[in-house]
């Protein structure tokens, strides 16, 4: 991975991308879903894989937002574990999106201030 940097950090982007698309609880999404849409967005190293993303995957699963329910090799398959929530962290200023039943702290990387 090179010395590039995104405008907005990759975990938010992602959380973004599930709010906007794949809000259910029921509804079940992939990470190269994701990857494929912060992708074409274009705020993202242009020499990464689907594989470079991997520990944000891990990291919504660890933080209670989504749920593993089945992996293909680097296909991971994902579900929510409750709707998500657009929230503004006044620390960093910007749009956060976090579950509802998740801890209210910032998922920005350089932020983490209480919600």
Known sequence: MGNFNPVTPIQL????????????A????????IFEK???NGDLDP??????????FKEICD??????IAQNFT????????PIEKRHCNAC??????????K??????SCKASI
Request: charged share 30%; aromatic share 12%; glycine share 4%.
């Open 38 to 40: 912060i992708k074409k």
């Open 26 to 33: 029921d509804e079940k999404f992939t990470n190269d879903e």
């Open 47 to 56: 020499s990464w894989i689907v594989d470079d993303v991997e520990s944000y």
């Open 93 to 102: 200023n910007l749009d956060v999106y976090l579950g509802v039943s998740e």
């Open 104 to 109: 209210q702290i910032c998922p920005n990387p």
């Open 63 to 68: 933080s209670g937002l989504a749920r593993n």
């Open 75 to 82: 296909t991971i398959w994902l579900k929510l574990f409750d």
């Open 13 to 24: 982007q992602i959380r973004k991308i599930i709010f906007e698309d794949h809000n259910g």
